[in-house]
């Protein structure tokens, strides 16, 4: 089982600061080492992967520095991987994340699918980066067109090698009734299973 945080940039900009921090940074950095301490206790009692969910990163909201030096702060100290997931439209950033020191970086492709064109033209054929394809589509309230699943999968392929490929879902199920996020595994299921 994997061990899910919500990173220190998005934890940091969903809260209201007031008194305390004269700035943002410093609240940030303070959160990732708060962060590490709850990473070491998932990776004691048996995590397999520690994923950081910063949906936060693609929005622009802060200096992508700040970002990565709070991300590895927590991920150099770790001995399992780490999957670093960043939704949105990720044209701003892209270059920037394939240099962050994480095993994994986990995108949404299908309701972003110009995020295929963006990982084109600064994925470079040395980075031996994992990446996971999001490939069903979080938003849509109802199991994916096998063909269109398929195509994001052969889109990416195209760019990176096939060992580097995971297919996951865009983002989190939550707001999906529990059968249509069954049917959207299953179909990612059934793809993997066809070798892809
Ligand atoms: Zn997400």
């Not at 970002?67 to 702060?73: N, Y």
Request: aromatic share 4%.
């Amino acid at each position: 089982m994997k061990g899910i945080l919500t990173g220190p940039t998005t934890l940091t900009h969903s809260s209201l600061i007031e008194k305390f921090y004269n700035n943002r940074e410093n609240a940030i950095y303070d959160v990732a080492r708060a962060l590490l301490v709850e990473a070491r206790k998932l990776e004691e009692v048996g995590a397999c992967a520690i994923q950081i969910d910063e949906p936060f990163i693609s929005t622009g909201a802060e200096d992508i520095n700040v970002s990565r030096d709070a991300v590895e702060l927590i991920s150099e100290e770790l001995d399992i991987p780490v999957i670093l997931h960043v939704c949105g439209d990720l044209e701003n950033v892209m270059a920037d994340l394939l240099d962050f020191h994480v095993d994994i970086l986990d995108f949404e492709f299908s309701g972003m699918p110009q995020n295929i064109n963006t990982l084109k033209k600064h994925w470079k054929s040395g980075c031996d980066k994992n990446i996971g394809i999001g490939c069903v589509n979080t938003k849509l309230k109802e199991v994916d067109n096998e063909d269109d699943v398929r195509q994001t999968v052969i889109d990416v392929k195209n760019i990176i090698k096939k060992d580097n490929i995971i297919i996951d879902p865009d983002c989190g199920m939550r707001m999906l009734e529990d059968e249509i996020s069954q049917g959207k595994l299953d179909l990612l299921k059934d793809i993997k299973m066809e070798g892809i």
